[in-house]
T-cell receptor, first 115, second 111 residues
């Protein structure tokens, strides 16, 4: 079946511009996650959505970052007034709700470059 | 979430068995141990998960001693395509969804 998809795959933007990144989770997955991965580093948790519950935004690095998800469908991550330190790969993952499994399904990521 | 420690890098020749050990001294009673694999320019991919003793699937084995303070991912007869970064994570399922991916272990398989 179809996996998690993300668009665009690459985005180059000028400092100060806003960008919007899109994630299409696997159908039926109630949980959706956003991560950031800087070059050569591990993944940083950004935000988590679970069904219709209020999202956990505790990982968002500043108020320039926001994310939305409608129900259990597509999610968008918005970065306002981009800075060069925002350059990274932004990964989205989804999973079915489970108390016992840690299996998340990741998309290919969006590589953001801020010039 | 329990902190994990694993080697930064490892080298192995093709056809050898590779064992990557992860330390997690502060693992909680209800925590599971999960390993992910990440190829360059791709998102991480789930490999295996376990709670205690030994778990085996078609890709790898996971060995967990009785005290659960460490775990070892075993990759049998590695090939060049196993060159990737391997992450060890510890947590308790959906209630601890903030997966903490460290820098992982960069495995390089040499012909």
């Amino acid at each position: 079946g179809a996996g998690v998809s993300q668009s665009p795959s690459n985005k180059v933007t000028e400092k100060g511009k806003d960008v919007e990144l899109r994630c299409d989770p696997i159908s039926g997955h109630t949980a959706l996650y956003w991560y950031r991965q800087r070059l050569g580093q591990g993944l940083e948790f950004l935000i988590y959505f679970q069904g219709n519950s209020a999202p956990d935004k505790s990982g968002l690095p500043s108020d320039r970052f926001s994310a939305e998800r409608t129900g259990e469908s597509v999610s968008t991550l918005t970065i306002q007034r981009t800075q060069q330190e925002d350059s990274a790969v932004y990964l989205c993952a989804s999973s079915p709700y489970s108390e016992e499994t840690y299996e998340q399904y990741f998309g290919p990521g969006t590589r953001l470059t801020v010039t | 979430l329990a902190k994990t420690t694993q080697p930064i890098s490892m080298d192995s020749y093709e056809g050898q068995e590779v064992n990557i050990t992860c330390s997690h001294n502060n693992i909680a009673t209800n925590d599971y141990i999960t390993w992910y694999q990440q190829f360059p320019s791709q998102g991480p991919r789930f490999i295996i998960q376990g709670y205690k003793t030994k778990v085996t699937n078609e890709v790898a084995s996971l060995f967990i001693p009785a005290d659960r303070k460490s775990s070892t991912l075993s990759l049998p007869r590695v090939s060049l395509s196993d060159t990737a970064v391997y992450y060890c994570l510890v947590g308790s399922g959906a209630g601890s969804y903030q997966l903490t991916f460290g820098k992982g272990t960069k495995l390089s398989v040499i012909p």
